[in-house]
């Protein structure tokens, strides 16, 4: 349960500071739209309260179509869309050949996106598939044939956690700028039924 999970109950008293002051943390810097190929796109997630102290962090869209071998294309079919944001130098875990999991590629073929850039936001489309990204609080819209299927950050409760060492753990002397500044309680250490766990 939540009571017994050190990040979940960090997350809730993170979410009651958000509400109550009505901070909107995190935004997307308009000027760092790169497009590193024909199905991906990168942008900069930067914290309002970062400045000088957090490096942006980097979402990024990659595109792709299913591809059956033997089987004419669908015009206009809505793909698969792989959502990644990361911390600077920071590699994110994927799923290899023989895994549990299907493998994200498997399958799967690049699928070529056209990019609109305006002043507040960014659409990006493949075939029947859409992405709008506002910049300013971060949101973004996962859209098919222009119908919103499902909005991440919607609620402005993005909660990246940085990386801390057991030695020094929270500040406590820096703005507020993920749930740990909130609370540090277990943050090294759970308990499970009377059971405690150290966290690596």
Request: aromatic residues 8%; hydrophobic residues 35%.
């Amino acid at each position: 349960t939540c009571s017994q999970g050190s990040f979940c109950q960090r997350y809730r008293a993170y979410i009651k500071e958000v509400q109550g002051t009505g901070a909107q943390l995190h935004f997307v810097e308009p000027g760092s739209l790169l497009q590193r190929s024909g199905h991906e796109v990168q942008f900069r997630i930067s914290h309002r309260q970062g400045g000088g102290i957090l490096e942006p962090l980097e979402l990024s869209l990659v595109f792709f179509r299913a591809a059956k071998s033997g089987e004419p294309e669908t015009p206009g079919a809505c793909g698969v869309l792989r959502i990644s944001i990361l911390a600077p130098g920071e590699r994110r875990f994927r799923p290899r050949e023989g895994d549990v999991a299907m493998v994200p590629e498997s399958g799967l073929e690049p699928d070529l996106l056209a990019v609109q850039s305006e002043e507040a936001m960014a659409l990006m489309t493949a075939g029947d598939c859409s992405a709008r990204l506002r910049y300013d609080p971060l949101e973004l819209d996962l859209l098919r044939s222009g119908r919103i299927l499902q909005t991440l950050n919607a609620r402005h409760f993005l909660n990246f956690e940085q990386r801390r060492s057991r030695e020094t753990g929270a500040t406590g002397a820096r703005p507020f700028l993920d749930a740990t500044d909130i609370t540090a309680g277990s943050l090294w250490e759970e308990t499970f039924d009377a059971t405690l766990a150290a966290v690596c």
